[in-house]
């Protein structure tokens, strides 16, 4: 399933509250996230399988500032039960909309995926988009939540009811190192 930017802000919006209304000024909302992070990751196996295997990962993940924050490159690398991971993300700052798209590549793959578009809410960031998983259609969130100075939480699930019911496949940790 195809969907055009506009048609996943306005998706985005309808499910996560329209902050991008009020013309808050968000382009600094991944601020706390800049640095270097110890990351446990972990990853349900066989997404809307039924499956209720979790696989472990360890590792680092480091979030630089770039554009004075109006964007961030994050570089995930983690290592567990499944072999080595490396993620990149970039995150873009929309000042039209106040929302941000979430980019991620895979070392393996080699291109970025379809952005997650949302934007961060009473302490909590929601981010969504569609895409197609296994030849089937599905409603992708993102959440960032449990913002600590030292800690995060990340969660990505599947929906494929647009909504109804989530699965979670995706849980991470990161845990500030020193500098």
Avoid: C
């Avoid at 680092?60 to 770039?66: E, F, I, Q």
């Avoid at 000042?95 to 793959?109: F, M, R």
């Avoid at 809410?121 to 089937?136: A, C, S, V």
């Amino acid at each position: 399933m195809k969907i055009t930017a506009s048609l996943m802000i306005l998706a985005a919006l309808a499910t996560a509250g329209s902050a991008g209304a009020t013309g808050r000024d968000g382009q600094h909302d991944f601020d706390f996230h800049i640095g270097k992070w110890k990351t446990h990751v972990s990853r349900l196996q066989h997404p809307l399988s039924g499956s209720t295997t979790w696989l472990e990962y360890d590792g680092t993940t480091v979030v630089s500032k770039v554009w004075n924050g109006k964007a961030n490159l994050v570089e995930l690398e983690v290592d567990g039960q499944a072999g080595h991971l490396e993620l990149l993300s970039l995150r873009l700052y929309n000042p039209e909309t106040h929302q941000w798209g979430l980019n991620v590549a895979s070392s393996g793959g080699g291109e970025l995926g379809v952005p997650t578009v949302g934007e961060f809410k009473n302490g909590r960031g929601e981010f969504f988009d569609h895409e197609t998983f296994n030849g089937r259609a599905v409603l992708v969130r993102f959440r960032i939540f449990d913002i600590q100075p030292r800690s995060i939480q990340f969660e990505q699930a599947f929906s494929a009811d647009e909504g109804k019911t989530w699965e979670v496949n995706w849980r991470a940790t990161d845990t500030r190192t020193a500098e």
